[in-house]
């Protein structure tokens, strides 16, 4: 394959395939594409010649099963790192097998590369009381401070996404009792979510603080200099706000706060105050009730007034009893005849 046609294939596939035929978002986009990156750099370097050097017969079987080999081997990358990875070659293969048959008997057993399984990773999340003390922590006479305070509210009213919330512009707001916000998800998926009073009146007010009137296609959290904020610009004052509060924290508290500790810490606490699970799979845009179902298993409180709840009612009288199928001589010589 000549390097025109290398190169056209690589195009298609970020700047048509992608966003048209897969109708991913830009910020997937980017991940595949750094993905990419990756890719070729290694496959280059593997035949001693530069990227714009390659064709698509470099590209086979073999350098991807060696791609994934030194992410996990030489790099040390996670799993979850690898297959992340290997979901962007899935889609780059795709897109090869039906622009250039050719190439499909390597693309059919890139394939069927499969994922690793992966340990999951603890779900970290605040206590109600942690939650209290971070909002008192926000300095008052900061010029910044009516910002963050909504931007807070926010992420924990709705327990939204970054992405969604660096997105977020003044049309997808509705203030105005029953107030409410119009989230954009993953999968390009819209979903409503209600807002405290609270929270909507500090939004309204860091709007009144930037201008009189806001056209809809404005973003709702902008920084210093007014342009919007960006995933990693929410992500730094996040942890700006946070880590005054985590060193003077008493007791002191083992949870490093991130927009997304805010989004488990929504999900918990809705499911404490008693809302049902499908309730906050749709309040947190989750594709898969599996995804909603890991909250279930992270607090500990729950799992200690489920406890008490089958606590026997001798357990207060101070002495212990057999189990009642102890007692029943004809149900234990039942079970030692099987």
Known sequence: MKLQS???????????????HKGLQPSTIRSYRDSLRLFLVFVARAH?????ELELEHLDYHAVLAFLRNMEVERGNAISTRNQRLAALHALYEYIGRTVPEMLPSCAKVAAIPMKRCPLPEMKFLARDEVEALFASIPAQDRLSIRDRALLMLLYNTGARVSE???????????????????????LKWRTCPLWSQTAKALQAMLDERAASLGPAESVFVGTGGAPMTRFGIYKRIRHLAQAWEASARP?????VTPHVFRHTTAVHLLEAGVEVNVIRGWLGH??????????????????????????VTASLGRSRKPAWQDDAAMLAWLSSL
């Open 48 to 52: 001693h010649r530069g990227v714009s």
């Open 165 to 187: 919330v660096a997105q977020l512009t003044v049309g997808q707001l509705d203030l105005q009792l029953p107030a409410q916000v119009r989230l954009l998800g993953k999968g």
């Open 287 to 312: 594709v898969r009730l599996e995804t909603t179902n890991r909250y279930a298993e992270i607090t500990i409180r729950m799992k200690t007034d489920a406890l008490e709840l089958c606590e026997p």
């Open 252 to 256: 002191f508290s083992q949870v490093r």
């Open 6 to 20: 290398f190169s056209s294939v690589i195009h298609g596939y970020i700047l048509d395939y992608l966003p048209r």
